[in-house]
């Protein structure tokens, strides 16, 4: 079946706007939320879970460049699933993707708050949030390349914010602040850090849910995974080191009441600087911008993968259309708005971390079952990209995944049983729908 016009999205990203999505979308993880993981595991067990989902993210990344390459579709894993393994395991592959999406934002948008409240304690977290759900909901429906080169310009702003932190508080970084405390609760703490190590990649699967608005798919889409997962890399690296080395884990985590902080970056600063200074006022200023960058891209992604849920009927068919005049998935988006202001009003950071990272490690499991089914059924597809040293790589980013997602089961029993009530709960709901539509 072709699709209207009123379905197509218009395409226009170029590669450069392509690096700026890939790693906008992910740029937030090195600003907050990744600290959270030094409460379970202490310096060495973060930087355990970090070197694992380092390796699946970058097998990963190169798995999916391969599937996004080969089916250009604003549907992501979904559509991968549905080609390979058929409609109902597409259904639960899209959904946990729609879960990761879905919960992302919320978590950003209160990191946004968190920093924002920093220099301007008189407005509270939870009110910059929505404002800020409010302004990118309607930048995306704007328009995609007004979206993409505002995302460009921003995440370029994030990536100097890093450096210039690098630069302030690397000069006071003492290797012995990271053999401090370094395994609160020793080697099984790894296991429990794991999804706030994801986070510091997280979202990065979000290009190729716009593969079908760029200008040449094949080739654009391989150069943006690459491109991105390689500068991901060394930003969370450096960043993790001159973060803990300042002063040790602790001082990062918690504040002065004994609350767990979503501004590591500024409690870092503030053994090397005043608060009151203007540098640090910048820097603050500056990494809301790195907030703001995945808070925006991933908006981005997740009404483009809500649209195509919406396109194929799995879910109501007025979010899979587009406006007639802006050319973007504006129904979906705005929908996701509402979603994701109701999960960011319960205040828990951490929770809606879990939950994301759920749906992403479920959404990469599907994804690379899908790989090597459409590998064995479809050998003649077209692969303009294909994962180097298959079936090796692709085979150690599964392994990861199903481990790391074993873990979170076990570390978050209540948000496992939430996360699969949702999946399998919608299958349900979707399936009963369908046999009424078919009576």
């Not at 390349?145 to 100097?160: K, P, Y």
């Amino acid at each position: 079946m072709t699709q209207s016009s009123e379905e197509k999205l218009q395409k226009s990203l170029t590669p450069t706007l392509l690096w700026g999505l890939g790693v906008g979308y992910v740029i937030s993880g090195m600003y907050f939320g990744w600290n959270l993981g030094l409460e379970q595991g202490g310096t060495l067990g973060m930087a355990i879970a970090t070197f694992v989902v380092i390796i699946l993210y970058i097998c990963f990344s190169l798995s999916y460049a391969e599937l996004a390459c080969a089916i250009p579709k604003a549907g992501g894993a979904f559509d991968y699933a549905n080609r390979a393994l058929g409609k109902k395991w597409g259904f639960l592959a899209g959904m946990a993707q729609n879960i990761e999406f879905l919960f992302a934002p919320p978590a950003i948008a209160v990191g946004i708050g968190s920093y924002f409240n920093v220099i301007f304690p008189q407005f509270s977290v939870i009110s910059i949030a929505i404002g800020a759900y409010l302004v990118f909901t309607l930048l995306n429906v704007l328009g995609t390349q007004l979206a993409s080169a505002f995302e460009l310009i921003i995440t370029i702003l994030a990536v100097l914010g890093l450096i210039i932190f690098w630069v302030i508080v690397l000069p006071d970084f003492q290797f012995k602040n990271l053999t401090i405390n370094t395994l609160p609760k020793g080697l099984a703490g790894s296991f429990a850090a794991l999804p706030f190590a994801i986070w510091f990649f997280l979202g990065i699967e979000g290009l190729a849910n716009v593969a079908e608005e760029s200008l040449h798919p094949q080739k654009d889409i391989t150069w943006g995974f690459g491109s991105a997962m390689a500068t991901l890399v060394v930003l969370c690296l450096i960043t993790f080191i001159a973060a803990v080395g300042v002063n040790g884990w602790e001082t990062i985590v918690y504040k002065a009441d004994g609350s767990t902080s979503d501004s590591p970056l500024p409690m870092a600063m503030l053994k090397v600087i005043n608060q009151q200074s203007t540098i640090y006022q910048v820097i603050v200023g500056i990494g809301t911008c790195g907030l703001i960058a995945s808070f925006h891209g991933l908006v981005l992604a997740a009404g483009r993968s809500t649209f195509e849920f919406g396109r194929v009927g799995n879910a109501p068919r007025f979010l899979g259309r587009v406006h007639n005049r802006f050319k973007t998935p504006a129904n979906a988006l705005v929908v996701n708005m509402v979603l994701g202001i109701i999960a960011l009003l319960t205040n828990s950071t951490a929770s809606i971390i879990v939950l994301s990272a759920f749906g992403a490690l479920t959404m990469y499991i599907f994804s690379i079952v899908s790989l090597f089914v459409l590998r064995q059924q479809e050998p003649d597809l077209k692969r303009p990209f294909s994962v180097p040293l298959y079936p090796v790589s692709p085979m150690l980013a599964l392994i990861i995944a199903c481990i790391a997602l074993l873990a979170m089961i076990i570390y978050n029993p209540m948000l496992a049983l939430i996360f699969f009530a949702i999946l399998i709960g919608s299958f349900v709901l979707s399936e009963l729908i369908n046999k009424i539509k078919g009576a």
